[in-house]
Each structure stands twice: as structure tokens, then as C-alpha cells.
């Protein structure tokens, strides 16, 4: 509660004659003030938009229940990333042969220039990077690797399961990588 002080006569006479002025009291109560202050500040918390969390928006093309409807790519086109423990990355172009003489290794530093290089060599319209991720891999991993596709313009690119033959191939080239001690 506030109250203004109103008893001071600066400037009156004092004396036998002279008739006192009356002293009004003036007190103003502020508590409908608090409560339109908590009104407001209520009432703006409720407008105000919060902050809309950023996720990356990817285009999913529809399932085909048949394997032989399935979108193909041209083998040429294709290259497939395989993500690795430790920010490794294997890739092959085409399809895997028997040997492995394709399968090469790189890191996230160095696979922009293998991209960038492949998107040169290659029609757009043929172009599909095809993303796998080994069990050892983690989910930073793929989110780099899907802001490397963003940031090169690569538009066709499928994240997909990796197959048994690939992931024992990336086990043994990251121990066969590995410093002996």
C-alpha cells in the first residue's frame, strides 16, 4: 500500500489567529495495479511464439510393393557412401565386385572433393549418392554426411540399410587401418 505524506504547512502562519487548514489524507492503493501488471505479462507469454525447432526436411518417395517398381539408377551414376567408426567414410562407385578393388576409404574432410569430383564427372539426371550406415557409426556421422549433401546440391540420395557383406567389409578395413601397438 503506498501513502503520499501530505502534512507539511511549508509556508503557513502560525499562531493564535490563524485557522488551520484541514489535512486531507491522500492514499492511493496500488494492488489493481500489481494485478493488471500480472494481466499483462500473462497475457503476453501466451502470444508470444516460441522459438520452432530446425529440422532437416527430407522428400521420401513412396514405397513400391514390388521390388521390380522400384526406382533404378544407372550403375555409372552411382556412388555409395559406407559410415564408419572414428568419422571414417567408405565408398565405391557402381556396384561392389568380388575383389574390393573399388572399395576406398576416406574421412569427412576429405569426402566433399570425392563428391564434388563425382558430381563433375556425371549428368544430373544420373546422379544418386546412396548413404549406409554401419552399426558403428553414430548418429553425428549421418547427420554430417546428410549436410554434406546439402551443402554440394546433391538432390538424389537414399539413406539405406547396410547389407552383411558391406558391413564385415568396413569392419575389416577398420582394422586392417588401425595402428598396431
Known amino acids: 500500500m503506498a501513502e503520499m505524506d501530505t502534512s507539511s504547512g511549508g509556508g503557513h502562519k502560525k499562531g ?17 495495479m500489481v494485478d493488471l501488471g500480472f494481466l499483462l505479462i500473462t497475457f503476453f507469454i501466451f502470444t508470444t511464439t516460441m522459438s520452432q525447432p530446425t529440422a532437416l526436411k527430407l ?13 533404378k539408377a544407372k550403375e555409372s551414376g552411382v556412388i555409395t557412401l559406407l559410415l564408419g567408426k572414428d ?27 570425392v563428391l ?3 558430381k563433375r564427372r556425371t549428368p544430373e539426371k544420373d546422379l544418386v ?10 548418429y553425428k556421422n549421418v547427420v554430417d554426411i546428410l549436410d554434406e549433401m546439402s551443402i554440394n546440391v546433391l538432390k538424389r540420395y537414399a539413406l539405406v540399410d547396410i547389407s552383411k557383406q558391406e558391413e564385415e567389409l568396413v569392419k575389416i578395413s577398420v582394422a586392417n587401418a588401425a595402428p598396431a601397438n
Open 59 to 71: 522428400m521420401l518417395p513412396k514405397d513400391a510393393d514390388k521390388p521390380e517398381e522400384q526406382n
Open 129 to 138: 549418392v546412396v548413404l549406409k550406415a554401419s552399426s558403428e557409426s553414430t
Open 16 to 32: 493564535p489567529g490563524v485557522k488551520k487548514g484541514k489535512k486531507l489524507s491522500t492514499r492511493v492503493d496500488l494492488t489493481p
Open 116 to 118: 564434388l569430383d563425382k
Open 87 to 113: 568419422n571414417t567414410v567408405f565408398y565405391y562407385e557402381g556396384q561392389l565386385d568380388n575383389t574390393a578393388s573399388n572399395f576406398k576409404s576416406s574421412n569427412f574432410s576429405g569426402i566433399r572433393e
